[in-house]
């Protein structure tokens, strides 16, 4: 039995294949897009080790970890044609991801207090490292809309409203770990 290899040395001269086996140089937006994508999964790998032994958070937990797949799966849809999509089996993200997302928002929000001024992240450790994800989903949502300027691709819509809200979700999370945790709550101020 042989072992698969890590390193394949095919990304030594600047260029990488998408799923079609494309080639194209490892700058160009669609690359960066989905490598912010993958790096927003690593961060929420991080707020997942960072929370998951909280008793009170084992829902976030799982809902997190759901996440990084549904991300996973938007991360390969952005590293291919849409012709290739199909031809690969490429899971698509979940049709749901919206619904949940907004219902654990507003799940969430229930138990909060309303806001009446900016909150700066931070807290518990936990807190600041979703907001943390927050701010990488943002730049995610901002590269995909500048992707969507140039491609037809009509899944970047939907990249762009599961970016949008998954932002949202990360910044009443953040408040909600604070709140389970006992985290303070910082007011911004001048």
Same mark, same amino acid.
């Given at each position: 039995?042989?072992?698969?290899?890590?390193?394949?040395?095919?990304?030594?001269?600047?260029?990488?294949?998408?799923?079609?086996?494309?080639?194209?140089?490892?700058?160009?937006?669609?690359?960066?897009?989905?490598?912010?994508?993958?790096?927003?999964?690593?961060?929420?790998?991080?707020?997942?080790?960072?929370?998951?032994?909280?008793?009170?958070? *084992?829902?976030?937990?799982?809902?997190? @970890?759901? &996440?990084? !797949?549904? %991300?996973?799966?938007? /991360?390969?849809? #952005?590293?291919?044609?849409?012709?290739?999509?199909?031809?690969?089996?490429?899971? *698509?993200?979940?049709?749901?991801?919206? @619904?949940? &997302?907004? !219902?654990? %928002?507003?799940?969430? /929000?229930?138990? #909060?207090?309303?806001?009446?001024?900016?909150?700066?992240?931070?807290?518990?450790?936990?807190?600041?490292?979703?907001?943390?994800?927050?701010?990488?989903?943002?730049?995610?949502?901002?590269?995909?809309?500048?992707?969507?300027?140039?491609?037809?691709?009509?899944?970047?819509?939907?990249?762009?409203?599961?970016?949008?809200?998954?932002?949202?979700?990360?910044?009443?999370?953040?408040?909600?770990?604070?709140?389970?945790?006992?985290?303070?709550?910082?007011?911004?101020?001048?």
């Amino acid at each position: 039995m042989s072992k698969f290899k890590i390193y394949t040395k095919t990304g030594d001269q600047g260029e990488t294949s998408l799923v079609g086996g494309q080639r194209v140089a490892k700058d160009v937006e669609r690359i960066e897009l989905y490598g912010d994508v993958d790096e927003l999964n690593s961060h929420i790998g991080l707020l997942v080790a960072e929370i998951g032994q909280s008793i009170s958070l *084992k829902k976030e937990v799982a809902d997190l @970890e759901w &996440l990084q !797949s549904q %991300i996973f799966c938007t /991360g390969s849809f #952005l590293a291919s044609e849409p012709e290739d999509r199909e031809k690969f089996k490429l899971p *698509k993200p979940s049709s749901k991801l919206i @619904e949940l &997302l907004e !219902s654990r %928002i507003d799940s969430m /929000g229930e138990e #909060l207090s309303d806001l009446k001024n900016f909150i700066l992240p931070g807290g518990s450790r936990s807190s600041a490292q979703a907001h943390i994800c927050r701010t990488v989903c943002r730049r995610c949502e901002r590269k995909v809309v500048r992707f969507k300027k140039q491609s037809s691709d009509a899944f970047l819509q939907e990249a762009l409203m599961f970016l949008n809200r998954l932002s949202d979700y990360f910044f009443v999370l953040g408040r909600f770990v604070n709140k389970k945790t006992g985290g303070e709550e910082k007011i911004w101020k001048v």
